[in-house]
């Protein structure tokens, strides 16, 4: 073999060894855990240090990241809190992994020359979190509820005349709770810690707007007295008169007492008063409401509204004449009327002193509107007696007085300019009578008869 072959030979063996050395060099510099030179995470130089020695490093840096406070501004509002409180923390494995993966990625020769780029420029690699997300969750809720405001639209109030009182609408606001979230979280990232929230504002209805769409006046008003003295039952008439006040029913809308009012309960505020149950005055949650309810029907009436649903009591009621009452029972029986006037109708309801009145307000048509009511017939009342062995023959006591029942027909008439434009029947009611009850005593044979035996 010539000796030039030879030699060219060796040579190229020789190379050959001295490249599979240096890229197995190479690939051996470039698969330690070691971080590239010039690579910081935020203000601390992590360059050159192995995973454990960044980890001790950024340990001061991540605590002191943790117990930062972030200030939430939140309408007119702020708030503060440290991170770690609301579950967000600094995960210091994520943050050196990414800053060991700086300048790795590619082929080798690529990862050499992103290494150099980054010896000479630097490379700043941001903190990563972790995320408590029920905890950070529970936050942004506890938020919402303190920044909550619920819009108040404006409604009527009835004063001396009755007059039409305006009460002004508020605006409302509200957290945008998942706009909120992405927004802390993006703050926490680029490391701002003093951010505004999305809080929005609700826009109510105004009196301007009230009056626009025809709600301006009187169009039907009923009132009902009550004893100052039953305070129980008082309370009752008074929050069930406060959950309708303002309601606003649009033209051919439904209106349903028992979901306007909603149920009449202890957890509701209301307390124990007298109601009829099986023909008989007997303790009940809820007591009163009924007034309420019928008086709001007499009003309905009177704004010559469509009834779509109403039931008399089965006795004939104090507070009212007989026809024109309204009972109720959550769930089954109800009061349902039909805005059928042109234009949208508002409720107005409220207690002054020991009179309760409900108005309708909306756009007067110039009709009168009157409710009559005709007794067709009087039911007897049955007498009913029961015997106390312990009295003397013939002793008889009315415990109960009996009370006649009656059967009764309402009709309504609507008049414009003198002319009917309505006639109808609203109602045919037929109310129980109360029997009479006599407690006696016994028969003389009878008592005789135990005399003897005795």
Known sequence: MPRNYLSALAIMV??????????????FLLVTDEIVAGVSVGDIDVGGLNTAEAQVALRETAKRTDDTELELGLGDKKTLVRLRDIGIETDLEQTIAAAVAAGRSGRVWRQLQQRQKIKTDGKIIPLEFRVDEERLAGFITQLAEDVKQPARDAYFILGPGPKLEPISAQIGQVLETDRAKEEIMAAVAAGQYAIRLPVRQLMPRTVEE??????????????????????????????????????????????SFNEAVGPRDLQQGYKEALIITDDKLVPGVGGGICQVSSTLYNAVLLSGLEVVERHNHTLPIGYISLGRDATLAYGTIDLRFKNSRPEPVMICSGVSGNQLTVAILGTGKGEQVEIRTDVEEEIPFP????????????????????????????????????????????????????????????????????KEGA
């Open 14 to 27: 020789a190379l050959l060894f001295v490249a599979t050395g240096i890229a197995l060099g190479i690939r």
């Open 383 to 450: 007498v009913v007696f029961e015997e106390n062995p312990d009295l003397v023959p013939g002793a008889d006591t009315v415990m109960e007085e009996g009370k006649v029942g009656y059967k009764v027909t309402v009709t309504r008439t609507i008049r414009k300019n003198g002319e009917i434009i309505l006639h109808e029947v609203v109602a045919r009611d037929i109310y129980q009578p109360q029997p009479e009850l006599h407690v006696v005593g016994p028969v003389k044979e009878e008592f005789e008869h135990r």
């Open 210 to 255: 009230l009056l626009r769409m025809g709600v301006k006046e009187v169009v039907g008003i009923f009132s009902t007295s009550f004893n100052v003295a039953a305070k129980d039952r008082n309370h009752n008439i008074k929050l069930a008169a406060a959950a309708l006040n303002g309601h606003l029913i649009e033209s051919g809308q439904l209106f």
